[in-house]
């Protein structure tokens, strides 16, 4: 869902201040639809429908978000001022066209993954558009995927650059010191010997980065063999994408992390048409 406060700051982007285009038509009632020319993922309905509750629009639709629809697929019927049709149409399908994007690439890249692991979660990460970080993630739950982490907050994530300055041992220590209880240490590691080292030192999530398959396999496969009270989860990241997912999706991980998921989406084409005026209340 929208805030009021989005729809307005989202509203004055695309409205700006002498909004002829829209005043050129009649003010009176009429029914559009909103469909799509190819098949997709839907995402975004509940921002659609913020949008038109906003401007006192009637609406209705058969989908909710991870519906997958067909080409010429009616996504809302919309009854209500010719105006106000108008102001919600390119916000609306701005939204609904970037996030199926998201969303429709999200579940061919869960599909893909499921032919070698039924528990292997895909996520996204936090390379997000500034400002749609939180629409762009739900498009990718919507789409069958993981959100990760929304912000540095919720997850204390021990990166390349912290593991430089203090080293594995020293960086989680810090961050057991630091972290409340109800968040989980991750730690990025480029190496086996790393990886061993933060999986000792009691980290709770592992990310292997940019690291070959067969690499990952040799790590994954030690990790288990390991004694230990509790074993960490094994996320993969960098540079995957649709093109060699399937690779990745055979080494045992149990998450596959892909900046791809958003910034590699191409947008759905939606479209909106005008198909009643003059009706009746």
Not at 9 to 21: A, H, P, Q, T, W
Not at 54 to 80: A, C, P, V, W
Not at 105 to 128: E, G, H, L, M, Q
Request: charged share 25%; proline share 1%.
């Amino acid at each position: 869902m929208l805030f009021k406060y989005e729809i307005e700051k989202f509203l004055e982007e695309d409205l700006g201040y002498n909004d002829v285009s829209c005043k050129l038509v009649p003010e009176r009632n009429v029914e559009a639809m909103i469909f799509t020319k190819e098949k997709c993922t839907l995402a975004g309905i509940d921002i659609a429908i913020s949008l038109f509750d906003h401007f006192g629009l009637q609406y209705n639709s058969e989908h909710s978000n991870g519906d997958t629809i067909s080409k010429g697929d009616t996504i809302f019927h919309i009854k209500g001022s010719s105006i106000a049709i108008l102001r919600t149409e390119r916000l609306a399908l701005n939204f609904l066209g970037h996030l199926c994007g998201i969303a429709t690439n999200t579940k061919k890249c869960v599909d893909i993954a499921r032919n070698y692991s039924d528990t292997v979660k895909i996520a996204c990460t936090r390379k997000t558009t500034p400002g749609l970080r939180k629409y762009e993630k739900m498009a990718v739950v919507a789409g069958g995927g993981d959100t990760h982490r929304f912000n540095l907050s919720d997850t204390v994530m021990i990166k390349d650059n912290h593991v430089k300055m203090m080293g594995v041992d020293g960086a989680i220590i810090s961050a057991k010191e630091k972290a409340s209880f109800t968040q989980k240490i991750e730690v990025e590691v480029e190496s086996a010997d790393d990886a061993i080292k933060a999986t000792k030192a009691g980290a709770d999530i592992i990310m292997l980065d940019n690291m070959k398959p067969s690499e990952i396999i040799d790590i994954v496969d030690f990790i288990k063999t390991l004694t230990l009270t509790n074993h960490p989860i094994i996320e993969i990241s960098g540079g995957i994408d649709i093109n060699n997912l399937e690779e990745y999706a055979k080494t045992g991980a149990d998450v596959i992390s892909m900046g791809s998921l958003i910034h590699k989406s191409r947008w759905i084409d939606v479209s909106m048409e005008i198909i009643a005026s003059n009706i009746t209340d």
